[in-house]
């Protein structure tokens, strides 16, 4: 006898996005920054994002319910935390984190799916060169904001990979690593740093040294 048929797969993936939503406005918001290690109230929440009233507790408990933020109490005075994994993975000061990506889906990729069915019909892209005529990358190196989320989404992403790269990877044989499109520098930072034997070079476009200049200064 076969099972009794279900909707709920189909009605999961279908109102999938309303989970990815929340997800990526919070990393917007930077919640799981500001929440860090230490914890606020649904009221305390809203005032440091600058959110409605209406926001809470819905917003925060949709987080909890989402598996992406803890909750301890309930009411007023419940308060909220972050997660092993959104401590280490979505707050700015780690090391690990990888927010730039979601950042980037949440400004430039989530709108652009909203254009899916267009393009199944059509087989045109739906990105920025739909309306500007440009290429995707001179569109994205147009702007200095727009190219440093670009590339604090890559970096986001290519974290895990290339540190299991740099661990896994045997370099004794090898002196010199030259990354060309290596943006932040990253593969060769990570490489340098467990590999000290290793001269590392990254190569890219002027606009993007430019970028990296600029950071340079303001961390400086």
């Known amino acids: ?12 993936v279908g109102m999938g996005f309303w989970g990815s939503k929340t ?26 994002l600058g959110l409605h009233k209406r926001a809470v507790p819905d917003f925060p408990d949709a987080l909890v319910a989402l598996g992406l933020l803890e909750r301890a109490g309930d009411g007023e005075e419940a308060s909220y935390r972050n997660t092993q994994d959104t401590g280490i993975f979505l707050t700015k000061n780690s090391p690990a984190y990888i927010g730039g990506i979601l950042e980037m889906a949440n400004a430039r990729l989530y709108p652009f799916w909203a254009d899916l069915t267009e393009a199944l019909r059509t087989g ?13 990358f001179e569109e ?55 590999h000290p034997q290793m001269q590392c070079t990254s190569f890219d476009l002027p606009v993007v040294g430019r970028s990296q200049s600029e950071r340079s200064r303001q961390r400086a």
Not at 124 to 136: C, F, L, R, V
């Open 23 to 48: 997800l990526l406005s919070a990393v917007e918001l930077e919640l799981f920054t500001k929440l860090g290690e230490g914890e606020m109230t649904g009221a305390q929440i809203a005032d440091e």
């Open 1 to 12: 006898m076969s099972a009794q048929p279900d909707p709920a797969h189909i009605l999961q």
């Open 124 to 136: 045109e892209p739906q990105n920025e060169i739909k309306h500007g005529g440009q290429s995707m």
């Open 140 to 194: 994205l190196y147009s702007e200095p904001a727009r190219l440093e989320q670009f590339m604090r989404a890559m970096a986001g992403i290519s974290m895990g990979p290339l540190m299991a790269l740099a661990e896994q990877f045997d370099f004794s044989g090898y002196k010199t690593l030259c990354d060309v499109g290596g943006a932040t520098g990253q593969l060769s930072i990570i490489v340098a740093n467990r």
